[in-house]
Antibody
Framework: EVQLLESGGGLVQPGESLRLSCAAS????????MTWVRQAPGKGLQWVSTITGSGGNTYYADSVKGRFTISRDNSENKLYLQMNSLRAEDTALYYC?????????????WGQGALVTVSS | DIVMTQSPDSLAVSLGERATINCKSSQSVLRSSNNKNSLAWYQQKPGQPPKLLIY???TRESGVPDRFSGSGSGTDFTLTISSLQAEDVAFYYCHQHYGTPHTFGQGTKLEIK
């Protein structure tokens, strides 16, 4: 069974940093593209960042480009999101999600999410 | 960016009746490489992460009840629940994965009338 478990969320002040982790199990992690999607309180879904299975290609939403870095450790089956220079508008529940089979681009399975709150 | 617009924003349907949610993209999401529409539907219940219902616009994910169906092509898509059950109360989102950035519709809240 595919499982994705996020951790590392918390309350930080504007300008501070936070690193989210997503522990994956139940599938061959290195084979799958992974992504981060966030949801601000009471709002809809917003794509944040994507990384291919090898880690060789990464993609970012304009709103986080230059501040967030996605990475993965295929030996540990973990996905990461390093978030720097955090802003109030980054406050959200951050989900990691697994793509479907290679060659597909929809989000097949989602974790439960990690809450990030940016406030002074 | 491809803008996804869902309608309606909220919908109240009687148990056993049909529910229809529409999604329109600002440009075609038909992928020429496989002649499939890069459009997915997700269901999100309160306090839960989104759950994949439909991909490639009309392919039902394994385990999803057959009362859920997706249709459409190009820029216009529909999610239909043929006979609404109480457990279908949720938000529903369409998602285009044709171009980067991937984008979502604003969501449709489905309730029981």
């Amino acid at each position: 069974e595919v499982q994705l478990l996020e951790s590392g969320g918390g309350l930080v002040q504007p300008g501070e940093s936070l690193r989210l982790s997503c522990a994956a199990s139940g599938f061959i992690f290195s084979t799958y593209t992974m992504t981060w999607v966030r949801q601000a309180p009471g709002k809809g879904l917003q794509w944040v960042s994507t990384i291919t299975g090898s880690g060789g290609n990464t993609y970012y939403a304009d709103s986080v480009k230059g501040r967030f870095t996605i990475s993965r450790d295929n030996s540990e089956n973990k996905l990461y999101l390093q978030m720097n220079s955090l802003r109030a508008e980054d406050t959200a529940l951050y989900y990691c999600a697994k793509y479907g089979e290679p060659g597909t681009f929809y989000y097949h399975k989602w974790g439960q999410g990690a809450l990030v709150t940016v406030s002074s | 960016d491809i803008v996804m617009t869902q309608s309606p924003d909220s919908l109240a349907v009687s148990l056993g009746e049909r529910a229809t949610i529409n999604c329109k993209s600002s440009q075609s999401v038909l992928r020429s490489s496989n002649n499939k529409n890069s459009l997915a539907w997700y269901q999100q219940k309160p306090g839960q992460p989104p759950k994949l219902l439909i991909y490639w616009a009309s392919t039902r994910e394994s385990g999803v009840p057959d009362r859920f169906s997706g249709s459409g092509s190009g820029t216009d898509f529909t999610l239909t629940i043929s006979s609404l059950q109480a457990e279908d109360v949720a938000f529903y989102y369409c998602h285009q994965h044709y171009g980067t950035p991937h984008t979502f519709g604003q969501g449709t809240k489905l309730e029981i009338k």
